[in-house]
Nanobody, 124 residues
Framework: QVQLVESGGGLVQAGGSLKLSCAASGRSFSTYAMGWFRQAPGREREFVARIRYNGGRIYYADSVKGRLTISRDNAKNTVYLQMNSLKPEDTAVYYC?????????????????WGQGTQVTVSS
């Protein structure tokens, strides 16, 4: 069992930066791939980024490449999402999620555990 708690969301102007954190409980954090997803009002939850259990493989949605960076610190049981050059269309609730599978997946249905989400609002 893994419990996830996101933090770091907030209100920022377009072009600004935020860093999200996701703290995990449980000793098995280092065996899970971790992902970030986001969900805007009236829209489906969408994939943002994924990092392999050992940080060896990273994937991004095309819409965030070059602006958002996922990383993890297994010693601290934490995964991060550094968000730069933010745009109003990045406004959403951001969720972290844990996936036991070694097969990369960008579908929310593939992930086993979820955090409660943190709101990111980018003003124009």
């Amino acid at each position: 069992q893994v419990q996830l708690v996101e933090s770091g969301g907030g209100l920022v102007q377009a072009g600004g930066s935020l860093k999200l954190s996701c703290a995990a409980s449980g000793r098995s954090f280092s065996t899970y791939a971790m992902g970030w997803f986001r969900q805007a009002p009236g829209r489906e939850r969408e994939f943002v980024a994924r990092i392999r259990y050992n940080g060896g493989r990273i994937y991004y949605a095309d819409s965030v490449k070059g602006r958002l960076t996922i990383s993890r610190d297994n010693a601290k049981n934490t995964v991060y999402l550094q968000m730069n050059s933010l745009k109003p269309e990045d406004t959403a609730v951001y969720y972290c999620a844990a996936d036991r599978s070694l097969t990369p997946s960008f579908s929310p249905q593939s992930y086993d555990y979820w955090g409660q989400g943190t709101q990111v609002t980018v003003s124009s």
